[in-house]
């Protein structure tokens, strides 16, 4: 089955400079890619996702990069805020399964 | 914007006993899920729910845990016999397609003592 890698487990960033976590996946047949934002004690939401027939895909200050041939697919934050602080998961599926296969999470402490 | 809403927020029971989790999805979604997330852990899938029975579930869903969709609004979780390794959050969300982006609700914090 699927099995989803996320880097770093925490990241720290000064504000304004840019962020980037990284996950990998196993199988090839995965074709959707969600990242969601869970801010302490909260539940997660949707910030961006990214399917298999585009390599890049951009929403403000958030963007999402995917490999398909190396199986990874990054987050990028830039010009990072104080309300960016939260722990990030990535997540990967494909069309067959319902179940979303979620990565370990990474905090993302934002210094002033 | 419509939420999928949860019930109740916090729940405390002792160890062997049944819990229900309520959730009410956004109404014109298909697909309903329940997660959970031990506390500072990853999200889990538990189970998935469309048209009226389960269409995936995971290994942590075994016979101790039961959904049902009493009535055309609710969506709920039983948990049987309760443990004290089920203390976690459970969530429940829902989605109006497969494969496309899952709302969630706040949130069940459930604790077993």
């Known amino acids: 089955g699927e099995n989803v890698e996320q880097h770093p487990s925490t990241l720290s960033v000064q504000e304004g400079d840019s962020a980037v976590i990284k996950c990998t996946y196993s199988?090839?047949?995965?074709?959707?890619f969600p990242w969601y934002k869970q801010e302490l004690g909260k539940r997660p939401q949707l910030i961006i996702d990214?399917?298999?027939n585009v390599g890049e895909k951009k929403d403000q200050r958030i963007a999402v990069t995917l490999n398909k041939t190396a199986k990874h697919f990054s987050l990028h934050i830039t010009e990072t805020q104080p309300e960016d602080s939260a722990v990030y998961f990535c997540?990967?599926?494909?069309?067959?399964?319902?179940?979303?296969?979620w990565g370990a999470g990474t905090k993302l402490i934002i210094k002033p | 914007e419509p939420e999928v809403t949860q019930t109740p927020s916090h729940q405390v029971t002792q160890m062997g006993q049944e819990v229900i989790l309520r959730c009410v999805p956004i109404?014109?979604?298909?697909?309903f899920y329940w997660y959970r997330q031990i506390l500072g852990q990853k999200v889990e899938f538990l189970v998935s729910?469309?048209?009226?029975?389960?269409?995936?579930k995971s290994e942590i869903f075994d016979d101790q845990f039961s959904v049902e969709r009493p009535d055309g609004s609710n969506f709920t979780l039983k948990i049987r016999s309760t443990k004290l390794e089920d203390s976690a959050m459970y969530f429940c969300?829902?989605?109006?397609?497969?494969?496309?982006?899952?709302?969630f609700g706040n949130g069940t914090r459930l604790t077993v003592t």
């Open positions: 109404s014109n979604h298909l697909y």
């Open positions: 199988d090839s047949a995965s074709n959707y």
């Open positions: 990214i399917r298999s």
């Open positions: 729910f469309y048209n009226n029975e389960i269409s995936e």
């Open positions: 997540a990967a599926n494909e069309d067959s399964n319902y179940q979303l296969i």
């Open positions: 969300a829902s989605s109006v397609q497969r494969n496309s982006p899952l709302h």
